[in-house]
């Protein structure tokens, strides 16, 4: 996998036109570029790294509550940093549960968000519709890792946990690109095989994450990160939950693991845990009501069985508290 060129650039503009060349492709810790490489996914000719960008691995506050984390800024940094864990404790426990400390340490922010999918036919040299095949071989094979809701050709499940925390905090993306600076709601930031097979985000050529904001909206209350994973640790979710009852009483809660994107579910049943007085009965239907539209594929019925005790839990735990 030789590379022509590696680019630092240390301004944003630098960046625009270091990616604007033929075969270029953005990097950061390289924990999932460089695997794609040598499956022979990426082929990149030039390689730009974003980590020494202003602000890409700063994480600031602004005056009104909010928080402002630059892509580059490590996974560790995210678990770790006090106004993250003390105001956005999901997204502290989404960061502080991906791998293993040493990926933490290298892995970033916007890597998490722009990593490839995990799957077998996808990462090895098998048919896949990612891949220019012309059918999803998981959604007849193997597929007991995959999704329980159907957006499109390809059953993936995304495997980025950070996502699931942001939809769940009405976070921003920041983007930048040839056209200039963009922002898109986390909730539309990755994209269902529905829309696009090529990528899993909505990142047009040249285009990068800059930073994700949190809004003060979303700071405090109950709220928190939950992954159910095969091995006690060091796993990719199997179904995880990012649960938030906000200071204004709104209620999110958005399941991983289970479709090509973070999977919110729908706003009369969060308005309804918001309403509180839930029964165990009523706790129950409202998880059932959730999953209503899940179609498992022949090996991962268990996900569904999964999905239902992580909303259980998690909907007592917000309508309670
Ligand atoms: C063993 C292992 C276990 C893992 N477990 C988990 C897990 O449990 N949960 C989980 O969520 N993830 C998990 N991951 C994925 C891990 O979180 C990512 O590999 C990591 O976050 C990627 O960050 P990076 O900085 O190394 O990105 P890189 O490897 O440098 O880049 C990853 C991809 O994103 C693109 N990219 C990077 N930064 C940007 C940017 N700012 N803008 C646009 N594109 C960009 C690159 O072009 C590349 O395609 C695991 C990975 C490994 C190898």
Same mark, same amino acid.
């Given at each position: 996998m030789p590379v022509q060129s590696y680019h630092t650039p240390d301004s944003w503009e630098g960046a625009v036109s270091a990616l604007a060349r033929d075969r270029a492709v953005p990097t950061a810790g390289g924990t999932d570029l460089v695997p794609l490489m040598r499956a022979g996914i990426a082929d990149p000719d030039v390689l730009v790294d974003l980590r020494h960008l202003p602000d890409s691995g700063t994480i600031v506050a602004g005056d009104d509550g909010s928080l402002r984390l630059g892509a580059a800024v490590t996974l560790d940094a995210v678990a770790h940093h006090a106004l993250v864990r003390a105001q956005f404790p999901a997204l502290a426990e989404a960061a502080a549960s991906v791998g293993s400390q040493p990926l933490r340490d290298v892995g970033t922010l916007g890597g998490n968000l722009c990593q490839r999918v995990r799957c077998w036919y996808f990462r090895g040299d098998h048919p896949c519709l990612r891949r %220019? #095949?012309?059918?999803?071989?998981?959604e007849i094979g193997?597929?007991?890792?995959?999704?329980?809701?159907?957006?499109?050709?390809c059953v993936v499940a995304h495997p980025s946990d950070c996502a699931v925390a942001l939809v769940a905090l009405d976070a921003t993306v920041h983007l930048r690109g040839p056209a200039g600076p963009r922002q898109v709601p986390a909730a539309g930031f990755l994209v269902p095989s529905s829309q696009r097979l090529d990528a899993e985000s909505c990142l047009e050529p040249g285009e990068m994450v800059e930073a994700v904001s949190l809004p003060?909206?979303?700071? %405090? #209350?109950t709220q928190f990160f939950h992954k159910q994973m095969?091995?006690?640790?060091?796993d990719f979710a199997l179904v995880s939950i990012a649960a938030a009852k906000r200071r204004d009483g709104a209620v999110r809660l958005v399941l991983g693991g289970v479709a090509n994107t973070p999977w919110r579910v729908t706003s009369s049943i969060e308005e309804d845990v918001a309403s509180g007085g839930l029964s165990d009965d009523d706790i129950e239907t409202l998880a059932q009501r959730a999953l209503y539209d899940a179609t498992p594929l022949a090996k991962n019925a268990y996900k569904l069985d999964l999905a239902t005790a992580l909303l259980c839990r998690a909907i007592a735990r917000v309508s309670r508290d």
């Open positions: %220019g #095949g012309t059918h999803c071989s998981a193997e597929n007991q890792y995959h999704a329980i809701f159907r957006t499109g050709g003060a909206s979303a700071a %405090g #209350g095969q091995r006690a640790a060091w």
